[in-house]
């Protein structure tokens, strides 16, 4: 008999993206992955964007469609994760776009790692404003060491490039984001999807799968003025930066490691490099 594939949530905010993620349904209808929950939120868009989500899931039944007053996308992407079924959840963003075997690869990489907690690919940074391609997160690197804490191998990996940051290109299990509660936490602006994907590390040790090719599209350039906006504030970073130093000193039994403590002063003046650059890009 053959083993029946699992279920995956796939989990959409949509606000006023009503011709892209017109785009990306088709793309998640046409994966060669077929069982899946397709969840898209529209967020109280003010454009077509409800009436063009709701006149596709008369066209696959595997699109369910949420409406909310303008809430922001925390809010929205939370009230995807209340209602979802699946065995994993991926997050997409309504105006990404993803290969026709995104949802393939990620859940053989989980289930063919039974001590994986976590899965990601690479991401293909389409710079629309400069009208360039660029693979990204798709350098190999090294697995966690025997013994090394998980927030140690992180933080690590922090400091080389910044495929943790987002929670977007990956896998989550579901059941552990259900048991422990694990949302975002609604109001921040900044960050908030790090903040998620430590929360649920935090939760569950595991194995993290690279997978080192570009099965996501992140259409870059098309970000909100609230979300540049964040990024010049200092505070912003120094909040991410406690999120960091809490789970540190949480699997140090109340104490952070020398050589933690030397990995978290290197993302310190990493995201100090980033602070400036987006202030210098504000000018």
Do not use: C
Request: glycine fraction near 6%.
């Amino acid at each position: 008999m053959t083993k029946s594939k699992p279920l995956v949530s796939v989990i959409i905010p949509v606000w006023n993206t009503g011709k892209s993620v017109k785009s990306l349904l088709q793309e998640l209808f046409d994966q060669i992955y077929r069982n899946l929950e397709i969840i898209a939120i529209d967020d109280g868009s003010s454009d077509d964007s409800l009436q063009i989500l709701q006149s596709l899931a008369k066209v696959d039944s595997r699109l369910k469609v949420i409406h909310q007053k303008n809430a922001g996308v925390s809010v929205a992407r939370n009230a995807g994760i209340d209602v979802a079924q699946g065995k994993y959840i991926t997050f997409i963003d309504s105006d990404d776009n993803i290969a026709a075997n995104f949802v393939e690869v990620l859940v053989g990489a989980m289930e063919e790692n039974p001590a994986a907690v976590l899965a990601l690919t690479g991401k293909r940074y389409n710079k629309l404003h400069e009208g360039k391609i660029v693979d990204d997160y798709v350098a190999k690197r090294r697995p966690r060491r025997r013994g090394e804490k998980l927030s140690h191998y992180v933080i690590y990996l922090m400091i080389l490039d910044g495929r943790m940051y987002s929670m977007t290109s990956r896998i989550f299990l579901n059941d552990t984001i259900q048991k422990y509660h694990i949302r975002l936490e609604k109001g921040r602006d900044f960050a908030e999807d790090t903040k998620f994907t430590i929360d649920y590390l935090m939760a569950k040790d595991g194995e993290i799968i690279f997978i080192p090719q570009s099965f996501y599209i992140y259409n870059f350039g098309t970000e909100t003025s609230i979300v540049q906006k964040s990024s010049l504030d200092w505070n912003n970073w120094e909040q991410s930066y406690k999120d960091l130093e809490e789970w540190a000193r949480s699997e140090g039994g109340g104490k952070i490691s020398l050589s933690t403590r030397v990995l978290l002063g290197l993302v310190r003046l990493r995201w100090h490099v980033s602070h400036y650059k987006a202030k210098k890009r504000a000018r």
